[in-house]
């Protein structure tokens, strides 16, 4: 299941256009082994597919707030790098990362939720533009992106159903 929305951010900046793609599959497993799974950063590029590499800049002294990486993907046939580091988490909950380039803030939440289906990974990723021009890369972003972000979430979520389930 997925959804797709073009929203208006009024928390941290009024009037400013976000794009906001959430995806989410239910998984056969513990939320220990799932956590396990969306926090080994290190070694993400073993589960996800669509990740080419993982290079760990910093690691904190315990738990994973602050942990900062570099992470190669392929977009549109080409390698595609992005710094990121997790800024929240709470274990077995959620953790939630940080990016920014070209004038954009990037923000994504990995959560784990438990009801009477069992047990869903959900992934929401926030694209933020804090420049003028960065708002006006926004509108073909939001057009042209989101089925692209949506896709590219939804097989990272797979994937790690996919690693959790064969444990």
């Known amino acids: 299941m997925s959804r797709l929305v073009w929203a ?10 976000t794009m906001l793609v959430e995806v989410q599959v239910t998984i056969n497993g513990s939320k220990a082994a799932i956590w396990a799974a969306i926090t080994n950063i290190e070694n993400a590029a073993e589960t996800i597919s669509g990740i080419e590499n993982i290079e760990v800049l910093e690691k904190p002294a315990n738990g994973i ?12 046939g080409k390698p595609a790098t992005a710094e990121k580091w ?19 803030v990037f923000i994504s939440t990995m959560r784990i939720s438990e009801s009477g289906g069992g047990i869903t990974l959900s992934s929401c990723h926030e694209s933020k533009p804090q420049s003028i021009v960065a708002r006006l890369m926004a509108i073909p972003m939001g057009i042209f992106f989101k089925g692209v972000a949506k896709k590219a ?7 790690i159903k996919s690693a959790v389930e064969q444990e």
């Not at 707030?65 to 549109?76: A, D, I, N, S």
């Not at 997790?86 to 954009?104: H, L, P, V």
Request: net charge negative.
């Open 8 to 17: 208006i951010d009024h928390n941290s900046n009024p009037g400013r256009n």
């Open 86 to 104: 997790i800024t929240d988490a709470a274990e077995n909950e959620f953790y939630k990362t940080r990016a920014e380039d070209n004038g954009f």
């Open 65 to 76: 707030v602050g942990l900062k990486w570099r992470e190669t993907r392929m977009l549109f």
């Open 153 to 159: 979430l939804l097989q990272d979520l797979n994937d």
